[in-house]
């Protein structure tokens, strides 16, 4: 599980929403799930093991608050559908509901 705020690209863009969000710990750690998706996706390629990180959006939960724009029920959508993918699926991924994410 991880999210936008681990994108070294969109963190490192001043145009970004999430420029300014300066939440060090939580983004260098994401940053480094991301990292460890690219490697143990290389490593497990010729497997049937399937490595993905999954931003799954702002969702309502103690994390945020209790803010966000969608609610836990929907915020789980992603995360289980990339749970499920079969053999043969995509792995190496970083993907949020509207998309790919750039690492």
Do not use: C, H
Not at 2 to 9: D, F, Q, R, V
Not at 20 to 25: C, F, K, N
Not at 61 to 80: C, H, I, K, S, Y
């Amino acid at each position: 599980m991880s999210t936008t705020l681990g994108s070294l690209t969109i963190n490192g863009d001043p145009t970004s929403p999430y420029y300014e969000a300066r939440l060090i710990g939580y983004n260098a750690s994401k940053a480094a799930l991301n990292m460890l998706t690219v490697q143990l996706a290389a490593e497990l390629k010729d497997t049937p093991i399937l490595v993905n990180s999954v931003a799954p959006g702002y969702v309502q939960t103690d994390l945020t608050g209790g803010n966000g724009f969608m609610t836990p029920q929907e915020g789980a959508r992603l995360p289980v559908q990339y749970a499920l993918l079969g053999e043969g699926a995509v792995s190496g991924s970083f993907v949020e509901p509207a998309g790919i994410v750039p690492w």
